[in-house]
């Protein structure tokens, strides 16, 4: 599981390295060295085999909206499958919603296990099979090797065509519930407000 630097914090960290996560810093402007080591650990991962997950957006929605996809994952992911296509790669989108970290979650957590917080629904989107994408969007991507750090001109295009697919494919499994369809109503509004007569109209239709 890719998790931003922030998240290594003390205590919680070191559980949730040992839980699968590996930490990645915001940003590999400039650090030649760490672009290419990542890039390797990867590559490693999605040749063996490994389920990786990561976060397109690159940050979490704290309204539930999407928002624009950074394809800085995606191009490391493209880059791997093109190396080596032995092993498939199928992207499975999923809606998660959730909010700001804190070292003291922790605590909290313990101490509220015996608490009821309702139903949680997780919806899956339709799987999206990579070399079916690339089929598609570059027909002739099979038909040639590709070096480590070779980066054939359509990588930019493909990999934004293919951010834009997942973003859309999880919006599709988002679970439609009463907090969403409110917000998603005060949040198309000039004033990002409603009174509750008009949100009940806007609801309605």
């Known amino acids: 599981i890719a998790a931003g630097i922030n998240l290594n914090m003390p205590v919680i960290g070191g559980i949730l390295r040992r839980g699968g996560a590996f930490f990645m810093r915001r940003t590999f402007k400039g650090n030649q ?3 290419a080591v990542f890039n390797e650990y990867l590559h490693t991962l999605f040749s063996r085999g490994f389920p990786v997950e990561y976060f397109i957006e690159g940050g979490r929605s704290r309204t539930g909206r999407t928002l624009n996809p950074k ?3 995606l191009a490391i992911t493209l880059r791997s499958y093109l190396r080596s296509s032995r092993r498939p790669i199928v992207f499975v989108p999923v809606y998660v919603e959730k909010k700001k970290e804190s070292f003291f979650d922790i605590f909290r957590v313990l101490s509220a296990l015996k608490l009821r917080f309702g ?3 997780v919806n899956f989107g339709e ?8 089929d598609q969007q570059q027909p002739g991507w099979r038909q040639r090797d590709y070096a480590p750090h070779y980066r054939p001109e ?3 295009e493909t990999t934004n065509q293919l951010a834009r697919s997942l973003a ?3 919006n599709a499994a988002a679970d439609a519930n009463p907090v969403n369809m409110v917000a998603l109503a005060m949040l198309s509004t000039s004033r990002l407000a409603l009174d509750e007569t008009t ?3 806007v609801l309605n239709t």
């Open 71 to 73: 394809t800085g994952m």
């Open 33 to 35: 060295l760490y672009t």
């Open 127 to 134: 799987p999206v099979s990579l070399s079916g994408f690339l």
């Open 154 to 156: 359509w990588l930019s």
């Open 168 to 170: 859309n494919a999880i």
């Open 119 to 121: 139903k949680v629904a």
């Open 199 to 201: 949100l009940r109209k």
